[in-house]
């Protein structure tokens, strides 16, 4: 169940289609293309999952339950650094495949994601042996332990960084010893099916870890109700993780929510100036903005407004090059879809129409093909704009003036979302003053967008429920049991 491809770079490579269920490759009965955003064109039509298949799937994952506990956390753990050490050498090609499949520059950006999984994959493989309980002494004769138990897991992703965003939910869930149905975005479902081929390969036994395409609103929608799954793991819009909640309370399943973001970026009158341009241009327009994290409102402070926005627009024109995702000078790659592209067009409009200024965004595109939009910058916004208010998942910014720190501070949070939140300030103690009080789950003081496997990552308020990575994305792949312990006599 191959397809013969040739990537945009010439090379050539077998691409699975299948639905990968017990370590084999089955089909189903319906199919969904995936496509090209940098050309428009089909690449090719992998097999989606419907309800029989989601069944099959949970099947697999239930029936290999058992007998995978018996694995010993050593064991897990060496599975787990040969299947890093074979996506590794698979780099460059599912990078390539990556950058094809969802438009982000190949050198730029769809290496390091990979790379990024290779890293958090030898980081969870070390955490196999110490997923602990705990001893809690009660009397001279009783004592408690708990226990940490895996799951059997349903994880559904989104299409922005499509093998990372896996890779956030499988690794802390094969450390765990959990096993795994994992649902791919409608719209980028090639790479994780190349990775299902390494999982095989790596010696992880049939059911273990089961990858399905699939629509959301079939697959995903009956993974997230299927009664033979304990917990879901879920990154995308908040809208679908509002749905996605409803639907896993049919057994009140366990859940973790990785979901949208409006995210503040803070410029203080005492702020490096150019040190916030650059990284305030990179935090919003790296993925073509597509990023959860994306700082898409900068609240600058009057003395410094005017200056801040001539060195943004300056650094944003220098660094942000429209162009092939394969080609090496390429840093802004398309749009995921023409329903993105088009929505993103129409909150340019509504942005001009609310009348924010456009300082940058409307010079000409010199590509044939293809989702590409500008970097496009708006000043002069207020609290009450659409641009400002709602989630545009483009390379779109939203500047506004703030006088005091109370009003920047407040006029941050006031939103629904509360995934990051960004603060440039020389002043050590202001800095950490206002980062303390914004209301965001990660909060970066004079930089953005900085990651780390082993940083916790989730949202406050709308942006989501529970963390990933780090200790605490372990913690979401047990569940914990507590036993009591009597050696003497009850009186
Ligand atoms: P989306 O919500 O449309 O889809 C995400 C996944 O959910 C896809 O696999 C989709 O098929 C599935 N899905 C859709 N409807 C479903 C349903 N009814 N039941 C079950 N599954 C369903 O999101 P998207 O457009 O793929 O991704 C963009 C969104 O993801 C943005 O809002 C972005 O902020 C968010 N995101 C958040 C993080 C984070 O860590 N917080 C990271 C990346 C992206």
């Known amino acids: 169940m191959y397809t013969e491809i040739t990537l945009p770079n010439g090379v050539k ?52 339950y058992k007998p995978w506990l018996k694995v010993t956390a050593t064991e897990r753990s060496l599975k787990m650094l040969k299947l890093a050490d074979l996506l590794e050498s698979k780099t460059e090609l599912i990078a390539a495949v990556e950058a094809m499949d969802s438009g982000k520059p190949l050198l730029s950006n769809a290496t390091a994601d990979i790379s990024g999984v ?19 002494p009660l009397t001279h004769n009783r004592f408690a332990i708990t226990k940490r138990y895996p799951l059997v897991v349903g994880q559904i992703v989104p299409w922005n960084y499509p093998l990372s965003m896996s890779g956030w939910k499988f ?73 996605i909640m409803q639907t896993a309370s049919i057994n009140l399943k366990k859940l973790s929510l990785e979901c949208g973001g409006k995210s503040p970026l803070l410029v203080f009158n005492d702020a490096d100036l ?30 410094v407004y005017d200056k801040f ?39 340019i409009k509504k942005g001009i129409d609310e009348g924010a200024r456009l300082v940058l965004g409307d010079e000409p595109i010199a590509m044939k093909s293809g989702y590409f939009i500008n970097p496009t910058v708006f ?31 407040d006029m941050a949070n006031d939103t629904i979302y509360g995934l990051a939140a ?6 050590f103690e202001r800095a950490h003053r206002v980062g303390d009080l914004l209301e965001a789950g990660s909060v970066y003081l004079n930089s953005s967008n900085d990651e780390s496997c082993k940083v916790p990552f989730g949202g406050f308020k709308m942006s989501g429920v529970g963390r990933e990575l780090g200790k605490e994305g372990i913690n979401l792949y047990t569940e914990v049991k507590s036993i009591f312990v009597n050696y003497g006599n009850k009186l």
């Not at 089909?27 to 039509?45: G, H, M, R, V």
């Open 118 to 136: 290779v890293e958090y994959l030898r980081y969870c493989a070390g955490w196999c042996d110490k997923v602990t309980g705990d001893m809690i």
């Open 309 to 347: 926005i001539e060195l943004f627009k300056e650094e944003v024109s220098k660094e942000w090059r429209i162009g092939d995702p394969f080609h090496k000078d390429s840093t802004l790659g398309p749009i995921i879809s023409k329903g993105q592209y088009d929505k993103i067009h129409s909150y």
């Open 422 to 427: 960004m603060v440039f300030s020389k002043d």
């Open 13 to 64: 490579y077998s691409q699975p289609t299948g639905l990968f269920i017990n370590n084999e490759w089955i089909k189903s009965d319906t199919q969904l293309e995936t496509i090209n955003p940098a050309t428009e064109e089909t690449i090719c039509s992998v097999y989606a999952a419907g309800a029989n298949e989601i069944d099959l799937a949970v099947k697999a994952a239930r029936d290999a």
């Open 379 to 409: 000043a002069d916004c207020d609290n009450s704009m659409t641009i400002v208010r709602e989630e545009i998942f483009g390379p779109v910014v939203a500047i506004s003036k703030f006088t005091t720190e109370e009003e920047g501070v």
């Open 171 to 243: 690794c802390p869930a094969l450390a765990c010893g959990c096993t795994i149905v994992m649902k791919s975005s409608e719209l980028t479902p090639l790479s994780l099916l190349l990775f299902a081929d390494l999982v095989k390969e790596a010696g992880f036994p049939p059911g273990v870890f089961n990858v399905v395409s699939g629509f959301g609103s079939i697959a995903g929608d009956k993974l997230a109700s299927h009664t033979g799954i304990d917990k879901v793991a879920f990154t995308g819009s908040t809208a679908t993780g509002q749905k």
């Open 274 to 303: 150019e040190q916030a341009a650059k990284w305030a241009s990179f935090g919003v327009m790296y993925n073509s903005g597509q990023n959860c994290t994306a700082n898409s409102r900068i609240l600058v402070q009057s003395e």
